[in-house]
């Protein structure tokens, strides 16, 4: 079975600084895939990033990066430049790389709050 | 073009009763997933649909169904509704189901009160 473990219930940045979000998981899969998905208060799931466990370079999306050190099965995400609106739930999630692979495994969230 | 909508946003039932949540995919998208997600917690599967056939089935009692109409829409059915049913229903569709690095678009959910 998967599990995904956020750590920080909330955090707290100024706006234009870095903030890093942990997630770590726990899986017996010899291949995965790992997503981080923003919630705002609209409620709607906004996918980010996705990096797969064979990736050998930490996947990048313009100020979101993923910070992926797989014998610490640890995947977290970097936010450079941190702006109002990156206000919100962050949900780490995990899923099996095998084809047929259907449900995300998604970590409790983690709310990040951007003071001006 | 129109992401994946969601009808009705809110809604508010009593125990015993019964309740049809609707989802339209993305224009293109043939698989819709369904998840539940309870406040302060992340979203649990429930289903996916792929082209009118159940693909996955999440631990959720059988008082949970859904269905997948050849337009690919889809209708999330709770029974016997119960008061830890209360929570934010979200549906999630994709292209390519089941592909290692699948990205889901999800809609604005259903919100579901049940008192």
């Known amino acids: 079975a998967q599990k995904i473990t956020q750590t920080q219930p909330g955090m707290f940045v100024q706006e234009k600084e870095a903030v890093t979000l942990d997630c770590t998981y726990d899986t017996s899969d010899p291949s995965y895939g790992l997503f981080w998905y923003k919630q705002p208060s609209s409620g709607e799931m906004i996918f980010l990033i996705y990096q797969g466990s064979y990736d050998q370079q930490n996947a990048t999306e313009g100020r979101y990066s993923l910070n992926f050190q797989k014998a610490r099965k640890s995947a977290n995400l970097v936010i450079s430049a941190s702006q109002l609106g990156d206000s919100a739930m962050y949900f780490c999630?995990?899923?099996?790389?095998?084809?047929?692979?259907?449900?995300?495994?998604f970590g409790q969230g983690t709310r990040l709050t951007i003071n001006p | 073009d129109a992401g994946v909508t969601q009808s009705p946003t809110h809604l508010i039932k009593t125990r015993g009763q019964h309740v049809t949540l609707r989802c339209s995919p993305i224009?293109?998208?043939?698989?819709v997933s369904w998840y539940q997600q309870v406040l302060g917690q992340g979203p649990q599967f429930i289903f996916q649909?792929?082209?009118?056939?159940?693909?996955g089935r999440g631990n959720f009692p059988d008082r949970f169904s859904a269905r997948q109409f050849p337009n690919y829409s889809s209708e999330l059915n709770v029974n016997a509704l119960l008061l830890g049913d209360s929570a934010l229903y979200l549906c999630?569709?994709?292209?390519?189901?089941?592909?290692?690095?699948?990205?889901?678009?999800f809609g604005s959910g259903t919100q579901l009160s049940v008192l």
């Open positions: 999630a995990m899923r099996p790389q095998i084809q047929g692979a259907q449900k995300l495994v």
């Open positions: 999630a569709s994709s292209a390519y189901p089941g592909t290692p690095n699948e990205k889901l678009f």
């Open positions: 224009s293109g998208h043939k698989s």
């Open positions: 649909y792929y082209e009118k056939e159940e693909r």
